[in-house]
């Protein structure tokens, strides 16, 4: 997907650096203390390359200005997806690019997969801090799964209250325009 000077691809492993380093600080900026063994996951972007799929927001300059990880076709990323679901995790955009519509296009972009993929709900968990995110997955007709939220423990003696949204794909009020191009750049 491009458009707007700004391209949606597939991570490059001369990427992998900068992704780490953005998601990392995309992270701290809607959250605060995070735990280093949180932090090292979020670095690992070969890590997820290995169990999934992760696509980079490049300006036209060249610049990674976000990301977004998937799972492969036929795959899940979390044992809590069902069968027919599409889940992502860690959407991150760079703090000093966001309100340029980058976590928008990044989403539309995980809608498209879905659907190209035969998927019947797209589904993802968030944190509570991450009020900007809720608001946009709102906007583009997600809808809280509440009997899906409960808090899990995210490391020893540490838990976190996550919410959980879905997205319809056979609804008609469901993004319509999320086609992805799905070209390897």
Same mark, same amino acid.
């Given at each position: @997907?491009? $458009?707007?000077?700004?391209? %949606? &691809?597939?991570? &490059?492993?001369?990427?992998?650096?900068?992704?780490?380093? *953005?998601?990392?600080?995309?992270?701290?900026?809607?959250?605060?203390?995070?735990?280093?063994?949180?932090?090292?996951? +979020?670095?690992?972007?070969?890590?997820?390359?290995?169990?999934?799929?992760?696509?980079? #927001?490049?300006? /036209?300059? $060249?610049?990674?200005?976000?990301?977004?990880?998937?799972?492969?076709?036929?795959?899940?990323?979390?044992?809590?997806? &069902?069968?027919?679901?599409?889940?992502?995790?860690?959407?991150?955009?760079?703090?000093?690019?966001?309100?340029?519509? %980058?976590?928008?296009?990044?989403?539309?972009?995980? %809608? !498209?997969?879905?659907?190209?993929?035969?998927?019947?709900?797209?589904? @993802?968990?968030?944190?509570?801090? @991450?009020?900007? #995110?809720?608001?946009?997955?709102?906007?583009?007709? =997600? &809808?809280?799964?509440?009997?899906?939220?409960?808090? *899990?423990?995210?490391?020893? $003696?540490?838990?976190?209250?996550?919410? #959980? =949204? !879905?997205?319809? +794909?056979?609804?008609?009020?469901?993004?319509?325009? /999320?086609?992805?191009?799905?070209?390897?750049?």
């Amino acid at each position: @997907m491009s $458009g707007a000077g700004l391209t %949606i &691809r597939l991570v &490059r492993p001369d990427e992998h650096d900068e992704t780490s380093r *953005i998601t990392v600080e995309a992270y701290q900026h809607s959250y605060r203390g995070l735990s280093e063994k949180y932090l090292a996951s +979020l670095r690992n972007v070969p890590g997820r390359v290995a169990a999934g799929e992760v696509w980079v #927001a490049v300006d /036209a300059d $060249g610049t990674v200005v976000g990301s977004v990880w998937v799972p492969r076709p036929g795959e899940r990323l979390s044992e809590l997806a &069902r069968d027919d679901e599409f889940d992502f995790r860690q959407l991150a955009v760079a703090p000093a690019a966001r309100g340029r519509g %980058i976590g928008d296009a990044l989403t539309r972009h995980v %809608i !498209g997969l879905a659907r190209a993929r035969g998927a019947r709900r797209v589904v @993802m968990n968030s944190g509570p801090e @991450m009020t900007g #995110a809720h608001a946009l997955y709102l906007k583009l007709g =997600f &809808r809280r799964l509440t009997e899906r939220e409960a808090p *899990i423990e995210v490391e020893p $003696g540490r838990w976190l209250d996550l919410r #959980a =949204f !879905g997205l319809d +794909l056979d609804d008609d009020a469901a993004v319509a325009d /999320a086609e992805p191009e799905l070209s390897r750049r």
